[in-house]
């Protein structure tokens, strides 16, 4: 049977709905984000709330640690009651924590609004990206999960820029409108066809398909019909549980992978980055301005995530994370190098951490930054993927707090030098994984990507296959 192509007037629905779900990312990053261009302001005096440094590093590091929880939560909550209505409690969730913080300058209530909007944030993290590989077709998957880096962009962009401004006090009503306008507009969009389809609700889903492919002829969507099918008698036979993601070798492959990619995101030192990049720049010594420079950094952050969806369609994502691990791999030594330098010769090469983070944000916002998560909600059979993504979204977020927690003191200790050489030899091996240890899913079903991990077949005969369906369409 022949499927439909779709034409891009018919993939303007789910072009749509991958904007408007991935809006919720802008909010969770401006959670994140917000302790950049508040940090330098509130441990001055004159400030609505004076903090030492130890008390901004827990500011700053808390919705990390809570965004480990909120995976867990996710997990319990997405498959009874949708991926879609999952991020629309979030979103009131963030906007409770942003009122709170805005009434309140007691120290104790703002470390705990900061960590519940963390929890928000990594529920965010753990549906966004299920959402939109569910509702994608699966030669726009890649593309339209690297929506999610160009939307947490925005965020970084509009707290930075913002931030620089504005007070304390009107920092906050900015970052709350984020959530309150991922509400009004996710409303309008379907919620997920395998969601639906798995929770016996086929002509629901059936509608949802409809809505998202652009046409209305039902025989070309019976493949995808059929698979959902597979899917739900998956679950039925095969329970999601700890155990049968632990016990089961194809499922371990696939936290390998994902856990592993997940890891050397961390480890490339990109938090450190975005949390602290205006501090990062006053410590250099450089003439530029801390500001100005942070800002650039989102900038090239929001064009350089624009180029990755382009580029997520067109070239394999096995070369996609090498070429992100190399220029990762350079522009952190670079930076170590840096402040390695004797202050005579740094001062002549003030140019040169802008540069650095400039080279770096690129690098990493065309692989590693968006295609991971692409990669963790692509792998998993559809019993494991709430358990799965969770997991690994929970394990990225303690590697975050730790990171953004310790940082300063490690530095404080060992210099900056050190550091950034650490973060560029962490990408060594991250090139070396990527090589010769991560499959290729490039425009695979979900279902032909379990019979690449279970060992079923092998690329060969899957793109051999796909060039077939592509030929006879």
């Known amino acids: 049977m022949v499927v439909k192509q779709q034409t891009a007037l018919t993939q303007f629905n789910v072009y749509l709905a991958a904007f408007i779900a991935s809006f919720s990312a802008t909010a969770a990053t401006c959670v994140l984000s917000w302790i950049n261009p508040t940090l330098p302001i509130i441990t001055k005096p ?7 440094d ?77 959402y939109v590989a569910e509702m994608a077709p699966c030669e726009l998957r890649g593309m339209l999960c690297s929506l999610l880096q160009f939307f947490d962009c925005i965020g970084y962009l509009i707290e930075y820029i913002v931030g620089a401004y504005v007070s304390y006090e009107n920092l906050i009503v900015v970052s709350a ?71 089961n070798k194809g499922n371990l492959k696939c936290l390998y992978y994902s856990a592993t990619l997940i890891f050397f995101q961390q480890m490339s030192g990109i ?120 997991l690994n979204a929970s394990f990225c977020w303690l590697l975050s707090f730790f990171l953004t927690r310790y940082f300063v003191p490690f530095t404080k200790t060992f210099g900056q030098g050190v550091a950034f050489w650490g973060f560029g030899v962490f990408c060594v091996f991250a090139l070396v994984f990527v090589i010769f240890q991560l499959p290729d899913t490039h425009r695979m079903t979900f279902q032909e990507i379990q019979e690449l991990i279970q060992g079923n077949k092998d690329e060969k005969s899957i793109t051999k296959k796909q060039g077939k369906s592509e030929v006879a369409a």
């Open 46 to 52: 004159g400030s609505k709330i004076l903090v030492t």
């Open 177 to 247: 409108a984020m959530p309150l306008l991922c509400i009004f507009t996710i409303l309008w969009i379907p919620e997920s066809p395998y969601h639906l389809h798995n929770k016996g609700k086929e002509a629901e889903a059936l509608q949802a398909l409809q809505y998202f492919r652009g046409y209305a002829d039902v025989s070309t969507l019976q493949r995808e019909i059929a698979d959902m099918e597979a899917s739900a008698r998956n679950m039925e036979v095969n329970k999601g549980s700890f155990t049968a993601l632990f016990t």
């Open 54 to 130: 130890e008390q901004g590093a827990w500011i700053g590091s808390l919705p990390a640690l809570g965004a480990a929880f909120g995976p867990f939560l996710t997990g319990r909550i997405v498959d009874r009651f949708g991926r879609k209505w999952t991020i629309i409690w979030v979103m009131v969730l963030l906007i409770l924590s942003w009122g709170v913080m805005y009434f309140s300058d007691n120290m104790m209530v703002l470390y705990c609004s900061r960590f519940v909007a963390g929890v928000g944030v990594g529920c965010v993290y753990a549906t966004l990206p299920m």
């Open 271 to 390: 938090n450190i980055i975005t949390f602290y990049s205006a501090t990062i720049f006053e410590e250099s010594g450089s003439s530029f301005d801390a500001n100005w420079c942070a800002i650039i950094v989102a900038i090239v952050m929001t064009f350089t995530s624009i180029l990755t969806l382009i580029g997520a369609k067109i070239f394999r994502i096995k070369y996609l994370y090498a070429f992100s691990a190399v220029g990762e791999m350079f522009s952190m030594a670079a930076l170590g190098t840096y402040f390695f330098l004797d202050e005579s010769i740094a001062k002549s090469l003030d140019w040169l951490p802008l540069t650095s983070l400039v080279l770096f944000i690129f690098a990493y916002t065309s692989g590693f930054g968006p295609l991971v998560w692409v990669t963790t909600s692509e792998i998993f059979p559809s019993h494991l993927k709430a358990l799965g993504c969770g």
